[in-house]
C-alpha cells in the first residue's frame, strides 16, 4: 500500500475557533465520594493526557499519568469516523479550562457537534439478581454514581481540582482524502495558560468506507418523537418540533439506520417510557359503524424521516400491543374509545382488517407498500398467530417482524426477525434467510447484564455489536431506545423502570454519547469486514479473530484487548 508522507514541518495548523465559547450552564449531579489518596501525591498543575476510549472514566480517581499517552496514533480508513478521549486533571489548580483542535492545514476533520467536553450524568446499578429489568422506583435502594457520558459540543468549561475531565474529539475522514500521514495537536489552556499540547497522527490508508445509505449493517434503534417534543418543549407535530428533531434523526441516519419508528396503535407498548407512544393515525368510528382513517401525521413523519436520511424501511407498531386496548373516536357517541379486544374474537379481526385494508391502499398510493413492516415486539406465539391471521386477511403481501422469542412455527411468516442476544437461530437458518432476501438480527435490552449500553456500562460494550453480529453472520442488530428520554435526560439517566440509561443513547439539543459513538465504532468494524472477507487472503484470518465474539465465549476481561487486536487487522 503507497503511503504519501506528508511533511509536518511545512504544515500550518488551523485553529478550530467555534468551540470557544463557555459551556451551556446544566448543572452537573454530585454523590458522596471517597478522596483518593493518590491526589496527595500527583502535582499541583493541570495535567493532560491521551485516555483509553473503551473505559470508563472516574470523575475522582486520580489517573496515573505513567500509563497514560502523550501521543496518540489513529488509523482510518477513507470516509470513517474517528474517536479519541483526553484526560485534564490537577492536585491543586483549577479554574476556566478551554481546548483547540488543531489541524494540519487544509484539514477540517474535526466533527464539531461530537468534539468538546465529556460531562457526568447520574447513573445506578443492575438489580441484586444481576440483571437490569424491573421496577425501582425508591432510587436509594441502588447504588449511584457519575459517569462521563454526554458528549457537550463546548471547549470551554469551569474546572475543579482533585476531578477528572475528559473531552471527547470526533474526526470524521474525507472519502476524497489521499492516503498517507495526518499531524495535529490538541492545545490546552486553563485561565489564560497553555498546560498541555497533546499531539495526535491520523495514518489513512489507501481503503474507502461503505456510504451510509450503502452499508450492508442493519441498524434499527427506535425513534420516540413525542419526547422531543416534551424536552424541547414545543407543540407536537409543529414545525418547531420537526426542527428540534433534525439534527438528531440525521446523526442516527450517518450511522446508517435502517428503519423509521412507526406508531398505529395507541400506547403500542402500554406507555412504558417517559413519554408514551401515539397513534400516528387518527382512527374514527362513523355513526353508520363504517371507518374512516386520517394519515396524516403518519406521512408527515415518514417523508420526514426520509428527508434526515433514514430508511428505507418503516416499522409500524403494532397489531398487538402489550395492552389489547384500542384507542378511535367514536362518532355515535361524539367520544374517545378505549376498546378492550381478546385477539380471538370476530371484533378483532373486523377491526384490524378495516384498519389494514385501508392502510395498504394509501401505502400503495404512496410508493411505501413493499418497505412498509408490520412489527410485533417480544409477543407470545399465539399473539403472533393471531396478528399473522388479520394483516394476512388484509393484504397477503405485507411484510411482517418480530423482535422476541424465536418460534419455528412463525420463522417462515416474517420478513424481518429479530432475537435476543443470548439466544441462538437453528443451524442454516440464517443462511436460509438471506437467500430469501429476509433481515435477520439480535437486540439487547433490559435482560442482558453485558454486554449492554446502560450509562455504567463500559463503552467498549456498545463496540462489540458491530462484531457480534459479524461472527454470528447476521445482517445487524436492534435496540429498542434511540431517544426515550427520561425525566431529566441531561442530568440523570435514571428512571423508574430498567437499569440507567437503557432508554436512551443520545440526549438532547443533538448531543451524542460516548456509547453511542463507541456503537458507531462498532458498525464501522462490521462493515470493514464485510469487505476483507470477500477476500480469501483474509478470509481465514478475519474468522480467527472473530472467535472471541462467538455464542458463549464473548469474555468481559478481554473485550477490550479483542477489539483492538481486530481492529489493528482491519487497519493493516
Not at 494540519?104 to 465529556?118: K, S, Y
Not at 498541555?196 to 434499527?220: N, S, W
Not at 385501508?358 to 398467530?385: N, V
Not at 472467535?547 to 468481559?556: C, D, E, L, V
Request: with cysteine; net charge neutral.
Amino acid at each position: 500500500m503507497k503511503k504519501h508522507f506528508l511533511s509536518f514541518c511545512t504544515c500550518l495548523f488551523l485553529s478550530l475557533l467555534a468551540g470557544n465559547v463557555m459551556a451551556q450552564d446544566v448543572t452537573e449531579p454530585s454523590v458522596p465520594h471517597a478522596n483518593d489518596p493518590a491526589w496527595n501525591k500527583t502535582s499541583k498543575n493541570l495535567q493532560a493526557a491521551w485516555g483509553d476510549t473503551n473505559l470508563q472514566t472516574d470523575k475522582f480517581i486520580c489517573p496515573i499519568s505513567s500509563k497514560l499517552s502523550k501521543h496518540l496514533i489513529l488509523t482510518a480508513w477513507r470516509g470513517e469516523r474517528l474517536h479519541a478521549k483526553f484526560l485534564v486533571w490537577s492536585g491543586e489548580e483549577e479554574g476556566n479550562l478551554r481546548f483547540e483542535v488543531e489541524e494540519q492545514e487544509g484539514c477540517r476533520w474535526t466533527d464539531e457537534q461530537t468534539t468538546g467536553f465529556v460531562r457526568y450524568v447520574m447513573t445506578d446499578e443492575l438489580n441484586k439478581n444481576g440483571g437490569g429489568c424491573g421496577y425501582r422506583p425508591d432510587k436509594t435502594l441502588f447504588d449511584s454514581a457519575l459517569v462521563a457520558d454526554r458528549i457537550e459540543p463546548m471547549r470551554t468549561l469551569r474546572y475543579e481540582a482533585r476531578t477528572v475531565r475528559p473531552a471527547w474529539i470526533t474526526f470524521d475522514v474525507p472519502r476524497d482524502a489521499v492516503s498517507g500521514i495526518y499531524k495535529g495537536r490538541i492545545r490546552v489552556e486553563c485561565e489564560g495558560k497553555e498546560c498541555g499540547v497533546l499531539p495526535f497522527t491520523i495514518r489513512v490508508i489507501d481503503r474507502t468506507m461503505a456510504l451510509p445509505e450503502e452499508c450492508k449493517f442493519h441498524l434499527d434503534l427506535w425513534q420516540n418523537p413525542f419526547a422531543v417534543a416534551r424536552v424541547a418543549n414545543v407543540p407536537l407535530w409543529s414545525r418547531e418540533h420537526f426542527e428540534a428533531m433534525r439534527p438528531l434523526m440525521q446523526r442516527l441516519a450517518r450511522a446508517g439506520q435502517r428503519g423509521i419508528t412507526a406508531s398505529i396503535t395507541h400506547k403500542p407498548w402500554n406507555g412504558q417510557t417517559y413519554d408514551y407512544f401515539e397513534n400516528m393515525i387518527t382512527e374514527i368510528k362513523k355513526a353508520d359503524g363504517t371507518w374512516m382513517y386520517d394519515f396524516t401525521v403518519f406521512d408527515r413523519w415518514v417523508e420526514f424521516m426520509q428527508q434526515c436520511g433514514v430508511g428505507p424501511y418503516i416499522y409500524c407498531y403494532s397489531v398487538i400491543p402489550w395492552k389489547l386496548s384500542f384507542r378511535y373516536y367514536d362518532q355515535a357517541t361524539n367520544s374517545i374509545v378505549d376498546k378492550k379486544m381478546n385477539v380471538n374474537k370476530p371484533e378483532f379481526d373486523d377491526y384490524w382488517v378495516n384498519k389494514l385494508s385501508a392502510f395498504a391502499t394509501h401505502l400503495k398510493a404512496k410508493g411505501w407498500f413493499g418497505h412498509t413492516i408490520i412489527a410485533m415486539d417480544e409477543r407470545p406465539k399465539e399473539s403472533m398467530e393471531a396478528a399473522l391471521r388479520v394483516i394476512r386477511k388484509a393484504d397477503p403481501n405485507y411484510k411482517i417482524s418480530l423482535a422476541g422469542n424465536y418460534h419455528a412455527e412463525l420463522e417462515g411468516e416474517l420478513f424481518d426477525l429479530c432475537i435476543a442476544y443470548d439466544t441462538q437461530y437453528p443451524d442454516g437458518v440464517v443462511d436460509a434467510r438471506r437467500q430469501q432476501g429476509k433481515i435477520t438480527t439480535f437486540y439487547t435490552c433490559c435482560t442482558e447484564s453485558w454486554p449492554n449500553t446502560f450509562t455504567f456500562s463500559q463503552p467498549v460494550e456498545a463496540s462489540a455489536y458491530g462484531p457480534i453480529a459479524a461472527e454470528r453472520g447476521l445482517d445487524g442488530y436492534l435496540r429498542w431506545a434511540y431517544n426515550s428520554w427520561v425525566e431529566s435526560p441531561e442530568v440523570d439517566t435514571r428512571f423508574h423502570t430498567w437499569a440507567a440509561g437503557d432508554t436512551y443513547i443520545v440526549y438532547p439539543d443533538n448531543q451524542s454519547s460516548v456509547r453511542f459513538e463507541k456503537m458507531v465504532e462498532g458498525i464501522q468494524m462490521f462493515e470493514k469486514i464485510q469487505v476483507l472477507k470477500q477476500n480469501p487472503r483474509y478470509a481465514k484470518s478475519i474468522e480467527k479473530l472473530l472467535k472471541p465474539f462467538a455464542y458463549k465465549k464473548i469474555n468481559a476481561a478481554t473485550l477490550g484487548e479483542d477489539i483492538k487486536r481486530l481492529n489493528a487487522f482491519l487497519n493493516k
